[in-house]
């Protein structure tokens, strides 16, 4: 079953401006991690933020955590065409011997 | 180094037909997932090898779908009188336990 769900859905923005996303869960988790999938390609790794951490940075890349709410947010800032992709949050649940559980995703689309 | 491998990169196959569907992981890699994803949705867990450990085919939708891994590397996915509703891109991933996935560009399968 699907644990993250990734709001919102869809997202446009110009370049220069700042996106987020924000993903919720339903139980306990190790970790959660973002991930980015281009059109026609396999997913790409972005961050993993552990369950003991609110705040991680890579690059442009802001993620939050906030176990108590079941909930994660990740930030993109000053945006460039190149981000436009599909955002997945991934969670592996305490009892999940590591098995990730992924959402639907948010279409990212970045106009120049 | 080389990253995850999946083979075919599309199959068109008549509905009643069984697939067979490859993944060759990254080397060393101990833990490799299975993952379905239709058409603008998330991924759906299948599968999950790791080591030698029974895997966990909590995922699999139906008894026509199995797989195996040869060896602790190589992996195929069979699917069995395959239906219209199998129609989807099938993912493949590798990692180290509670590492980051590397997915493969995954096997487009299309059933008419």
């Keep these: 079953s699907q644990q993250g769900e990734e709001d919102p859905q869809a997202l446009s923005i110009q370049e220069g401006e700042n996106a987020t996303m924000n993903c919720s869960y339903k139980t306990s988790i190790n970790n959660l991690q973002w991930y980015r999938q281009n059109s026609g390609r396999g997913l790409v790794h972005l961050i993993l933020i552990r369950s003991n951490e609110r705040e991680k940075h890579s690059g442009r890349l802001r993620v939050t955590l906030d176990t108590s709410k079941k909930s994660s947010s990740l930030l993109i800032t ?3 065409a190149a981000d436009t992709a599909s955002y997945f949050c ?11 559980n992924f959402g639907k995703g948010t279409s990212l689309l ?3 | 180094g080389a990253g995850v491998s999946q083979s075919p990169s599309n199959k ?5 037909k ?3 569907l490859r993944c060759d992981p990254i080397s060393g890699h101990t833990a490799l997932y299975w993952y379905r994803q239709s058409l603008g949705q998330g991924l759906e867990f299948l599968i999950y090898f790791q080591g030698n450990s029974a895997p966990d085919k909590s995922g699999l939708p139906s ?13 195929t996915l069979t699917i069995q009188r395959t239906q219209q509703e199998d129609s989807a891109v099938y993912l493949c991933a590798s ?3 509670g590492s980051p996935l590397h997915f493969g560009n995954g096997t487009r399968l299309t059933v008419t």
């Excluded at chain 1, 991934?90 to 990730?100: F, I, K, P, V």
């Excluded at chain 2, 008894?63 to 992996?75: C, I, L, Q």
Aim: aromatic share 4%; no cysteine; net charge negative.
């Design chain 1, 78 to 80: 000053a945006s460039r």
């Design chain 1, 90 to 100: 991934a969670t592996d649940a305490e009892n999940s011997g590591y098995a990730l």
């Design chain 1, 110 to 112: 970045v106009t120049p």
């Design chain 2, 12 to 16: 068109v196959t008549e509905k009643g």
């Design chain 2, 18 to 20: 069984d697939v067979e």
């Design chain 2, 63 to 75: 008894d026509r779908f199995s797989a195996e891994r040869t060896g602790g590397s190589v992996s």
């Design chain 2, 95 to 97: 990692s180290d336990p």
